[in-house]
């Protein structure tokens, strides 16, 4: 057996597989323990003889096909991950198997260019000046934006935080972090910001949440005030966050008159865009992170909605030098770091990882497939979808919406208690004929839908709805 037959097995079997799925004819999701999987996979067999190939590797992934959840299932309204653009799966698949770093150009040489290339286009479509290829570095002096492609936007978070920190605690490098460093959140933000400020060693009583609004949108008024008694108390705040939409509801956060607050106070300013900033690429939506330009750093998911496999993340600055300096390790690893007389460059000073895989490939075979037009096309169409089924959801007796959709998210409950809307999604996802979440908002639980998928029609909705109001019904009347 070959890699080529090998591999026209496994576009046979997932050409096969995405037919049924796209056509709804299997479970949205196929939940079994793990022990079962692990069984009926066989592993341990071939894990003792090998021979994963040709008929075998055939017959493995019928089983294992069995027990994937379906990203291009029209019923899946689930987390943000996207249904990729098959031209992504090629690029991972090209990549995988070269297996070129891009963190060392020598390592990767295309994979770092189309980095490169990727970074510029992000930045161009933010407002900020591009990096200048080598070429143009003797003409080009004055300050312009950067990026690293990273593994997702948590750590693209985390990032833009280090840097952050390098900016208003120098030494921090040497002493480690001053004792009274602050991270100023809104109330509704990622965990991955809480996270990344207990990696940085800020205990939770650094973060300060900022008040919000009733769709969870930060205050702007609110922000001068809290911050001065911040201040008052000798702390010193790193940075503050807003969302570029948050991701319970979606809401996209007035980046403009914080942008303002943050200038006038020198204070880092970070856009958590990781779910929402693609609507940078839409004329129709962009205008939603108005202001963005303003920013010091922002978080930008290609892997929700640029139709790109996981992981692939941009964290963007607005200024290089801030990049550059961000990480301050002077350790001796003179077999990457030594000077050399070289082309292209190394972006490995600049991440956390070390050995990072070409990231850039993932979204760059969806550009070069769909073009510009064809992306903004589709995040359109999913913020249109949304709006709609907010439409038809907001009036269908019993339902009610929290917040007015902003992008491709939509939270909603059915009269009941919290307890309700979880056991109905317990309920939907035990029998995998959809794929939904539930998210706490202002105390109380909702069910979320995110519409990731071009196959998912209002028609999809209605039959949501009236499989929630049976399932409700049932409930109620098995408790009563
Ligand atoms: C999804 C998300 C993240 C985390 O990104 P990952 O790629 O899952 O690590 C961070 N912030 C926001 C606002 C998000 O929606």
Known sequence: MSFKSDIQIAVNALERFNKAVVEGEIKVINQEKPVDIIQSLKLDHFTAKGGLTGNALKEFLEQYFNYVTSLHHPKYLGHQCAPPYYSSALGTLINGFLNNVSSIYEMGPASASLEHYIINWMLEKVGWPIAPLEADLETYKSPHGAGILVNGGSIANLTALIIARTQIAPGVWKNGNPGNLGLLLPAQSHYSLAKAAGILGLGANSVHLLDVDSDGRLIPDKIVGRFKRIIDKGLLPMALVANACSTSVGIYDPLDE???????????????????????????????????????????????????????????????????????????????????????????????????SGLGEKLFFVMGALGESGMAQYVDKQ??????????????????????????????????????????????????????????????????????????????????????????????????
């Open 258 to 356: 914080i942008a303002e607050f943050c200038t006038t106070n020198n204070l880092w300013f970070h856009v958590d865009g990781a779910h929402g900033a693609s609507a940078l690429i839409s004329e129709t939506h962009k205008g939603l992170l108005k202001g963005v330009e303003k920013a010091d750093s922002l978080t930008w998911d290609a892997h929700k909605l640029l139709q790109t496999s996981s992981l692939c993340a941009a964290l963007l600055v607005k200024n290089h030098v801030h990049l550059n300096d961000g990480f301050q390790i002077h350790h001796d690893a003179s077999y990457i770091f030594h000077k050399k007389d070289q082309l292209g460059f190394d972006t490995i000073h600049n991440t956390i990882e070390t050995t990072k």
């Open 383 to 480: 913020y249109k979808i949304t709006k709609e089924a907010y439409k038809y959801v907001s009036n269908c007796s019993e339902f009610e919406c929290p917040v007015l959709p902003e992008s491709n998210i939509l939270c909603f409950r059915i009269a009941g208690q919290d307890e309700l809307q979880i056991a109905i999604r317990n309920e939907l996802i035990s029998e995998g004929r959809f794929y939904i979440t539930t998210v706490k908002f202002k105390e109380r639980q909702y069910l979320r839908l995110v519409f990731m998928n071009q196959n998912t029609s209002l028609k999809t909705i209605k039959e949501l709805i009236s499989e929630i109001r049976r399932i409700g019904k049932f409930l109620r009347s098995a408790k009563s």
